[in-house]
């Protein structure tokens, strides 16, 4: 029970975390002000943003998979491999969503992607520190 509890705890502050942290970088950016006509469907933008964060994602995930397995393994090498995809996917999904976010002129619910731009440099961010430790982790044991 105990376990369980920690668990969704754990889920609600990483939640609360990732809000503030692309509400930060919004801020940052200059346009957390969301705009007067809100903009429905998938755009252009929308959906590269979307591909951005996917990406980085992808790359929280390969960044975790490899530093929790980095921590059972002794002497192995062949993680390397997963700790350069998921720093790569991060460096990209950063630089995407950066980009993103300079080519917007306008705030959340204008169609330009501005949301998922911001996450996909929070989680861009998260694959490079996930699969950096990773990295370290695996230069200890060899």
């Known amino acids: 029970m105990k376990r369980t509890l920690g668990f969704v705890l754990a889920i609600a502050v990483g939640t609360a975390l990732f809000g503030a ?16 006509t809100t903009v429905e469907g998938l755009t ?12 980085a994602l992808a790359g929280v995930v390969v960044g975790g998979l490899e530093l929790t397995r980095s921590a059972r393994r002794i002497g192995s ?3 390397y491999t997963g700790t350069i995809v998921a720093v790569m996917a991060g460096f990209v999904a950063i630089a995407s969503g950066a ?4 080519l917007a002129d306008g705030g959340p619910g204008t169609g330009n992607g501005v949301v998922g731009g911001a996450a996909a ?5 998260l694959a490079v520190v996930l699969s950096g430790l990773a990295w370290t982790r695996l230069g200890r044991t060899a």
Request: a positive charge.
């Open 121 to 125: 440099i929070v989680l861009g961010l």
């Open 21 to 36: 942290l692309v509400y930060g970088v919004l801020i940052v950016a200059h346009v957390s002000e969301p705009a007067s």
């Open 77 to 79: 090498r062949s993680s």
């Open 99 to 102: 980009l993103n976010l300079g």
């Open 44 to 55: 252009p933008r929308r959906l590269w943003a979307t591909m951005s964060a996917l990406l």
